[in-house]
């Protein structure tokens, strides 16, 4: 008969080293954040399509997006319900 703790250590211990790998590679990305960032505000300076750039990325448009905005690259003014831009 199983010991219901040594199957809850082994399940512990797989969540452990699962979520330790998780973190590694997350932080790895965020190595990447800076080269990306140079990499995507190259390609918009050069005319790519800022969509396609975003992307090919791979990062989420918000932060994509303020670098866009913290580089001074013109943005369009977004519409409200009423048809008004901001």
Not at 17 to 37: S, T, Y
Not at 51 to 56: E, N, P, T
Request: glycine share 6%; proline share 5%; aromatic share 4%.
């Amino acid at each position: 008969m199983a010991i219901p703790e040594k199957a809850q250590l082994e399940a512990l211990e797989l969540v452990d080293e699962l979520g330790r790998k998780r973190a590694k590679l997350l932080a790895d990305a965020d190595e990447l954040l800076p080269q990306i960032k140079e990499a995507v505000l190259r390609a918009v300076q050069l005319g790519a399509s800022r969509s396609r750039v975003q992307d090919l990325s791979r990062v989420s448009p918000g932060p994509v997006y303020r670098w866009y905005r913290e580089a001074g690259l013109e943005m369009r003014k977004d519409k409200t319900d009423d048809g008004e831009t901001n």
